[in-house]
């Protein structure tokens, strides 16, 4: 699963590739949210993303593009 993490006053946005399901990530980021705490991810790399959540611009949940190579047309 691909997540979009937006950061106020960031230039970039983060992207996670995680195994978490789409209700585990947003039941996560509903809390975080809601008791001003953090959202703390794991990629399927192992490596850990913490992001407070008064600092969050937005969060897009959704599958990423498998491995295109090339040009497209």
Do not use: C
């Amino acid at each position: 699963m691909e997540v979009k993490i937006g950061v106020q006053n960031a230039a970039r946005e983060l992207t996670i590739e995680t195994d978490e399901s789409t209700e585990a990530i947003e039941k996560l980021v509903a809390d975080a949210v809601s008791g001003e705490g953090v959202i703390a991810l794991t990629d399927t790399k192992g490596r850990r993303v913490i992001v407070p959540a008064a600092k969050l611009a937005y969060v897009e949940i959704g599958h990423g593009t498998a491995g295109q190579v090339g040009f497209r047309s």
